[in-house]
């Protein structure tokens, strides 16, 4: 059809088979058994390191029989929106157990992470306010603000003296500061009592994706909030059910008044299926696990701090983690496809992460952790990355 086929850009792309035909393609991989600390994939096993199972509860067995028993009791679909036919009692009873949770007075559960990010940012910022997003939030944040009437301005990461200036910038507007508690590709938290102290100073409002801090940062696994001690200080919270409940989902929290506008006018909630039976019943033997075995959290922890302070003793440049998200710096998005190879077919199944989600020159083995990893499967993990490493010159 020529330059005027809107399919064109597609028969134009090349990259997927020119990474396929050097056998550095890392995607779409065929997982054939249950996600854990090892997966078989295309019939090999491989100890996994690019898992969000954080805490391993993805094959817990009471979070398996709860969602097997709500598929029993209620089917497998909602067959509607949560707006008319697809809200169940126990959609109510999660929704009220992980508010309670994370100490907000009310919530509402969307179909996924991504719908609930896009439908609460849509909804809470119109036309002349503001986000102050940091710039490395999550892609869903960015398309919820993108979706919105409002106008957005990004701050350099984690970068209090840039984030004031855009404050100044827009003064005079209504603004709502939107940062992910743990940043999912570098591993650091957010700075939450200096951006609590600059939205005091400058009127606005603070949403925080717990997404990766949820299960992970706190006493009791609450997040961002309880780590700091200041969940009072988030207006509106996120967190997905995909990470350490075990689930998929997400979970929108704050004051009843913000949660019943977030239902009434959310598209993403609105014009979408509800979350099917099965996945809310897992989510709500995740909650549960998570106040009844406090020792997964602690394993984890100690964990992310055993792996990171192994990989900078071999010599690998990390960021300033502080999370069971730790990412390996490695150089050109070609070392790192061929890193993810060698590391693959040694038996280590990581995430080759490249440009534009991260700067030019500066692509990463990012690499996550689960609560259930054995000594035995870390060192194994070390061992294979401290070779391969040193055969790519990267240690």
């Given at each position: 059809?020529?330059?005027?086929?809107?399919?064109?850009?597609?028969?134009?792309?090349?990259?997927?088979?020119?990474?396929?035909?050097?056998?550095?393609?890392?995607?779409?991989?065929?997982?054939?058994?249950?996600?854990?600390?090892?997966?078989?994939?295309?019939?090999?096993?491989?100890?996994?390191?690019?898992?969000?199972?954080?805490?391993?509860?993805?094959?817990?067995?009471?979070?398996?029989?709860?969602?097997?028993?709500?598929?029993?009791?209620?089917?497998?679909?909602?067959?509607?929106?949560?707006?008319?036919?697809?809200?169940?009692?126990?959609?109510?009873?999660?929704?009220?157990?992980?508010?309670?949770?994370?100490?907000?007075?009310?919530?509402?559960?969307?179909?996924?992470?991504?719908?609930?990010?896009?439908?609460?940012?849509?909804?809470?910022?119109?036309?002349?306010?503001?986000?102050?997003?940091?710039?490395?939030?999550?892609?869903?944040?960015?398309?919820?603000?993108?979706?919105?009437?409002?106008?957005?301005?990004?701050?350099?990461?984690?970068?209090?003296?840039?984030?004031?200036?855009?404050?100044?910038?827009?003064?005079?507007?209504?603004?709502?500061?939107?940062?992910?508690?743990?940043?999912?590709?570098?591993?650091?938290?957010?700075?939450?009592?200096?951006?609590?102290?600059?939205?005091?100073?400058?009127?606005?409002?603070?949403?925080?994706?717990?997404?990766?801090?949820?299960?992970?940062?706190?006493?009791?696994?609450?997040?961002?909030?309880?780590?700091?001690?200041?969940?009072?200080?988030?207006?509106?919270?996120?967190?997905?059910?995909?990470?350490?409940?075990?689930?998929?989902?997400?979970?929108?929290?704050?004051?009843?008044?913000?949660?019943?506008?977030?239902?009434?006018?959310?598209?993403?909630?609105?014009?979408?299926?509800?979350?099917?039976?099965?996945?809310?019943?897992?989510?709500?033997?995740?909650?549960?696990?998570i106040k009844e075995e406090p020792q997964r959290r602690i394993r984890l922890l100690e964990t992310a701090q055993k792996m990171l302070s192994e990989f900078k003793r071999l010599?690998?440049?990390?960021?300033?983690?502080?999370?069971?998200?730790?990412?390996?710096?490695?150089?050109?998005?070609?070392?790192?496809?061929?890193?993810?190879?060698?590391?693959?077919?040694?038996?280590?199944?990581?995430?080759?992460?490249?440009?534009?989600?991260?700067?030019?020159?500066?692509?990463?083995?990012?690499?996550?952790?689960?609560?259930?990893?054995?000594?035995?499967?870390?060192?194994?993990?070390?061992?294979?990355?401290?070779?391969?490493?040193?055969?790519?010159?990267?240690?």
């Amino acid at each position: 059809m020529g330059k005027l086929d809107v399919l064109q850009k597609c028969f134009d792309f090349t990259r997927a088979n020119e990474l396929r035909n050097l056998n550095w393609y890392p995607y779409f991989n065929r997982v054939e058994t249950a996600q854990g600390p090892e997966v078989i994939v295309d019939g090999a096993k491989k100890i996994v390191v690019c898992s969000n199972n954080y805490l391993g509860l993805a094959n817990h067995p009471k979070v398996v029989e709860a969602s097997m028993a709500a598929a029993k009791k209620y089917g497998t679909s909602g067959t509607g929106s949560r707006l008319l036919n697809g809200t169940t009692d126990l959609h109510y009873k999660v929704e009220k157990k992980f508010a309670d949770f994370v100490g907000k007075e009310d919530a509402i559960l969307f179909t996924t992470g991504h719908h609930s990010n896009l439908g609460a940012l849509q909804s809470l910022v119109g036309k002349g306010e503001m986000f102050i997003c940091d710039k490395l939030d999550h892609a869903s944040i960015i398309d919820g603000c993108r979706l919105s009437f409002g106008e957005m301005v990004r701050f350099r990461h984690n970068d209090m003296d840039d984030l004031e200036r855009q404050l100044k910038r827009y003064e005079d507007k209504a603004k709502l500061i939107v940062v992910d508690g743990i940043f999912s590709m570098e591993g650091d938290i957010a700075k939450l009592p200096e951006i609590s102290k600059l939205a005091k100073k400058y009127e606005c409002r603070i949403f925080v994706d717990e997404a990766h801090s949820l299960g992970v940062l706190g006493e009791n696994g609450r997040g961002t909030g309880e780590y700091f001690n200041m969940t009072e200080d988030i207006d509106v919270l996120m967190a997905t059910a995909s990470k350490s409940l075990a689930s998929v989902g997400g979970f929108i929290a704050g004051k009843k008044e913000v949660i019943d506008y977030i239902k009434s006018v959310a598209r993403s909630l609105i014009f979408t299926a509800s979350l099917p039976p099965s996945s809310v019943g897992a989510i709500d033997a995740a909650l549960d696990i998570i106040k009844e075995e406090p020792q997964r959290r602690i394993r984890l922890l100690e964990t992310a701090q055993k792996m990171l302070s192994e990989f900078k003793r071999l010599g690998f440049k990390t960021t300033k983690s502080q999370s069971p998200i730790i990412p390996l710096i490695v150089g050109s998005d070609e070392t790192a496809f061929k890193m993810w190879r060698m590391l693959f077919d040694a038996g280590v199944f990581a995430s080759p992460v490249i440009t534009p989600a991260v700067p030019e020159g500066q692509a990463i083995i990012r690499t996550s952790y689960i609560a259930s990893h054995t000594d035995e499967q870390l060192n194994f993990i070390l061992e294979k990355f401290e070779k391969i490493g040193k055969e790519l010159g990267i240690i």
